[in-house]
């Protein structure tokens, strides 16, 4: 079992009493040798290791895995909506301008569902990009992982993107609703089947539509928040090849008043009379408010949490600060953006943003801009990126990753 700490531990302690498998398979699922620890570590280092030197690569830095199996990203891919939405477009609808969108948000442009596309298709393009990346036919996915909190299907769209793909072998398919994290958790969860399951190829694909979920009237909300899909093929490999060096993961239910889209009764639905009946039987019809959200507070737990989930991402590492070549975070304000880069001391050239054409995109962020970082030349194999990802739940994390 993975806990998010960044490694692998058992919780069956009395298991391996009574059941004693051949070939040294260990309690976490992993090909263990004889005489390893029961903890199978998922992060790069064991706790108490030396921290590297500032002038060390990462590979030179890592203590040696003891785990069997390793897991790289070896193919990315996105896809947005036909029709953008200009700040000057929005300051014809509510009263805004281009000029307060920008300089409170850094966004100029977004990408909304229009009749033309649905969410599926979307990821479905996205997912399809990845593969030919990288050159894995559709076939070989043994796993697909739809990241969404605004699936097209109540009980997910996973499995019809496994479908429109055409991946013959009915490969596990499941969704992942973690709002603006959900990418980063799928990327854990992937590495998690990967080293613990013996899966090969894993598709995590992040994508949200939540324009169909803002007030369009409320100033507030409707400027930040665009539709798009990013997909990334993760893929297993020698533990000397490991791509995922450690991640730090956190929920906080206690902070959803501040970022929300509750459930709430169709007032106007005649299906709750009881005409005598049981009272309050048949329940009423319900649906999702539109977003609500305390920018302020939003904007504050940011801040604070997501630097401190990447310093100890990158204690789990080994990894000191200067061995990030890029910071790849949640696009969701680029004030949130630069106060995280500012306090970890990485410049802003090393810094992907690409909120200015997009806005804000949800579980699509992540990946959209990292597919755009990788074929315009800017992200290179070897090159180590940070990713961190936060929103409503609240819940946030982060990633310490290899490119290629």
């Known amino acids: 079992m993975a806990n998010s700490s960044g490694f692998f531990t058992s919780s069956v302690p009395s298991l391996r009493r009574r059941i004693q498998p051949p070939i040294g398979i260990c309690r976490s699922g992993l090909r263990s040798l004889e005489g390893f620890s029961?903890?199978?570590?998922?992060?790069?280092?064991?706790?108490?290791?030396?921290?590297?030197s500032s002038g060390a690569s990462?590979?030179?830095?890592?203590?040696?895995?003891?785990?069997?199996?390793?897991?790289?990203?070896v193919g990315c891919?996105?896809?947005?909506?036909?029709?953008?939405?200009?700040?000057?477009?929005?300051?014809?609808?509510?009263?805004?301008?281009?000029?307060?969108?920008?300089?409170?948000?850094?966004?100029?442009?977004r990408r909304v569902?229009?009749?033309?596309?649905?969410?599926?298709?979307?990821?479905?393009?996205?997912?399809?990009?990845?593969?030919?990346?990288a050159q894995v036919d559709p076939d070989d996915v043994d796993l697909v992982l739809m990241c969404t909190s605004t699936p097209e299907d109540l009980f997910g769209s996973a499995p019809q993107i496994q479908?429109?793909?055409?991946?013959?072998?009915?490969?596990?398919?499941?969704?992942?609703?973690?709002?603006?994290?959900?990418?980063?958790?799928?990327?854990?969860?992937?590495?998690?089947?990967?080293?613990?399951?013996?899966?090969?190829?894993?598709?995590v694909i992040g994508a949200d539509a939540l324009s169909r979920y803002v007030d369009w009237t409320d100033r507030g909300t409707c400027i930040l928040f665009g539709d798009a899909a990013g997909a990334v093929l993760v893929q297993a490999c020698d533990s000397e090849e490991d791509g995922l060096f450690s991640f730090d993961l956190h929920s906080d239910?206690?902070?959803?008043r501040?970022?929300?889209?509750?459930?709430?009764?169709?007032?106007?639905?005649?299906?709750?009379?009881?005409?005598?009946?049981?009272?309050?039987?048949?329940?009423?019809?319900?649906?999702?408010?539109?977003?609500?959200?305390?920018?302020?507070?939003?904007?504050?737990?940011?801040?604070?949490?997501?630097?401190?989930?990447?310093?100890?991402?990158?204690?789990?590492?080994?990894?000191?600060?200067?061995?990030?070549?890029?910071?790849?975070?949640?696009?969701?304000?680029?004030r949130i953006i630069d106060a995280v880069a500012t306090r970890l001391e990485i410049p802003p050239e090393r810094v992907i943003s690409n909120l200015a054409n997009y806005g804000n995109t949800s579980a699509a962020s992540i990946p959209l801009a990292l597919?755009?970082?990788v074929r315009s030349g800017k992200v290179k194999a070897g090159h180590t990126l940070a990713a961190a990802g936060f929103g409503a739940g609240l819940t946030w994390g982060s990633a310490i990753l290899r490119w290629g």
């Open 163 to 203: 479908k429109a793909l055409g991946c013959k072998r009915n490969p596990l398919a499941y969704d992942i609703t973690a709002a603006c994290s959900g990418f980063v958790l799928g990327l854990v969860s992937a590495a998690c089947h990967i080293r613990g399951g013996g899966f090969q190829n894993v598709l």
């Open 58 to 73: 990462p590979a030179e830095s890592r203590v040696p895995r003891l785990v069997s199996k390793g897991c790289k990203l």
């Open 253 to 256: 239910g206690d902070g959803q």
């Open 258 to 334: 501040h970022l929300n889209a509750t459930m709430k009764e169709n007032e106007m639905d005649n299906a709750g009379e009881s005409n005598g009946s049981v009272l309050g039987f048949p329940p009423r019809r319900s649906s999702y408010s539109c977003i609500q959200m305390n920018g302020k507070e939003v904007f504050r737990f940011a801040v604070r949490c997501v630097p401190r989930s990447i310093e100890s991402a990158l204690e789990k590492a080994g990894l000191p600060r200067s061995s990030i070549d890029w910071l790849l975070l949640h696009q969701a304000n680029q």
């Open 38 to 52: 029961n903890r199978v570590f998922c992060s790069s280092t064991i706790k108490g290791a030396e921290k590297p």
């Open 113 to 133: 569902l229009s009749d033309k596309d649905n969410l599926t298709t979307l990821a479905v393009e996205a997912a399809r990009k990845a593969l030919d990346m």
């Open 77 to 109: 891919g996105s896809a947005a909506p036909t029709l953008m939405v200009s700040n000057d477009d929005l300051a014809k609808i509510v009263d805004t301008s281009d000029e307060w969108i920008s300089v409170r948000t850094g966004i100029r442009n």
């Open 371 to 373: 597919d755009e970082a």
